[in-house]
């Protein structure tokens, strides 16, 4: 069933169906479904929330609350950008292709923060962050001609640091663009350190949004430092290296619900385990394992599923740790790797003291409709939590949505 718009009249009230029946259908109600129900009647209205936010004073969990959606960009990464959208909503456990009025894209979208979404070029700069990319901000470019930076948005500030053209004096340049005062400012340098790798390819970045800081970690040391935008400064280095006879190749950080920075390792060149970490967020110290994705799924990380992938199998042999990528709010983690149609493992982190983790295979339904022969299509891959708000905005702004297939 495609959901737009005009899906949202209010149908006349019929054969009534209240309390816990009616809430216990809404639990098995795709979200995006779950819109035109709460305008049937106030009764309905409740019933969608309480079956999304739990009951009894907030004492019951919701075995299907919101949760965040996995969000895929394929694009031609030539112009004009011609762009599809599917998002996998974990909590529904299906897919949905989202089809978009046309914008103008002034170059490739790129992203290097889950949340947030932009564009560059050296003449302008556009950004979107808020969970559908509704909305996008069109502003001055930053004074730096940068190619491949990190960018991430801390607080009412948006941070641009790192991937410099060849020419500009300073790589590890940082600058800072204000929402509120429509103003850039130059801030200190990255560490000299992190020279060699200032990019988003090699750096994995989180942002705490309740300590207004910024976390970088370069994938291949473990070297990490923090920045902190209310003084332009950066501190550390930290070490994240959890204590462990494997080696780990390529290392990625996130914040889950409650401030828990998440640590993400890829151990070994050839991809032989993937293990999970929580730092203490005050000392920046690794100091428990909390999963380790199972065997099955490591392997199924190898596996052709896209010509893509043959393609570059056939020239550079199995999946590397840096085609995998990683998106990471509330308790999911999404692990995946970053080609058209790749393989997707979700982990799924306990809420309690005991941070266990469940992990599963989705199978992904978003290169279904692409053109793999276009050498050129590329990906763009984060996560959002997207409410009923939200899909109800998207609604009314001529977007609609298609579910595909349950994944």
Not at 93 to 105: A, G, N
Request: aromatic content about 8%.
């Amino acid at each position: 069933m495609a959901v737009t718009g005009d899906n949202l009249l209010t149908p006349e009230d019929s054969n009534q169906i209240h309390g816990d029946i009616l809430e216990s259908i809404f639990n098995h109600v795709p979200l995006v479904d779950l819109v035109p129900a709460t305008y049937v009647s106030k009764s309905w209205k409740l019933a969608v929330s309480t079956s999304l936010q739990g009951g009894g004073g907030g004492r019951r969990r919701c075995p299907n609350r919101i949760k965040p959606w996995l969000l895929i960009y394929t694009q031609n990464t030539r112009f004009p950008h011609s762009t599809t959208a599917h998002a996998y909503d974990p909590r529904s456990h299906v897919w949905i292709e989202i089809h978009e009025p046309s914008i103008k894209f002034i170059s490739a979208l790129r992203s290097s923060h889950s949340t947030l979404l932009y564009m560059l070029s050296p003449s302008s700069f556009s950004l979107s962050y808020d969970p559908l990319h509704l909305t996008w901000h069109h502003i001055k470019a930053p004074h730096i001609w940068r190619i491949d930076p990190i960018v991430a948005m801390v607080g009412k500030r948006v941070i641009i640091a790192g991937g410099t053209c060849d020419f500009e004096d300073d790589p590890l340049a940082v600058e800072m663009y204000d929402l509120e005062t429509c103003k850039w400012e130059m801030c200190e340098s990255m560490p000299t350190i992190l020279r060699e790798s200032a990019s988003s390819t090699w750096l994995s970045i989180a942002v705490n949004s309740n300590k207004n800081k910024m976390y970088v970690v370069e994938k291949s040391t473990g070297v990490a430092y923090s920045f902190d935008p209310s003084i332009k400064a950066w501190q550390g280095p930290y070490r994240l290296r959890p204590q462990t006879t494997s080696t780990i190749s390529h290392c990625f950080i996130g914040f889950a619900k409650h401030d828990r920075l998440i640590f993400v390792g890829i151990i070994g060149d050839d991809i032989k385990s993937i293990k999970l970490w929580e730092v203490d967020g005050e000392s920046l110290e690794v100091f428990r394992e909390i999963g380790e994705m199972p065997k099955q799924l490591v392997e199924r990380m190898k596996v052709v599923s896209s010509e893509d992938d043959a393609e570059i199998m056939t020239c550079f042999g199995i999946p590397t740790p840096s085609s995998i990528g990683v998106s990471l709010m509330d308790d999911l983690v999404y692990i995946y790797i970053s080609s058209v149609g790749g393989a997707i493992i979700m982990c799924e982190i306990s809420g309690d003291a005991s941070g266990a983790c469940s992990w599963t295979s989705v199978k992904n339904m978003s290169g279904i409709d692409v053109d793999r022969c276009k050498v050129t299509q590329g990906t763009v891959l984060g996560c959002s939590m997207v409410g009923l708000d939200d899909l109800d905005k998207a609604l009314r702004e001529s977007r609609k949505f298609q579910v595909k297939e349950t994944g």
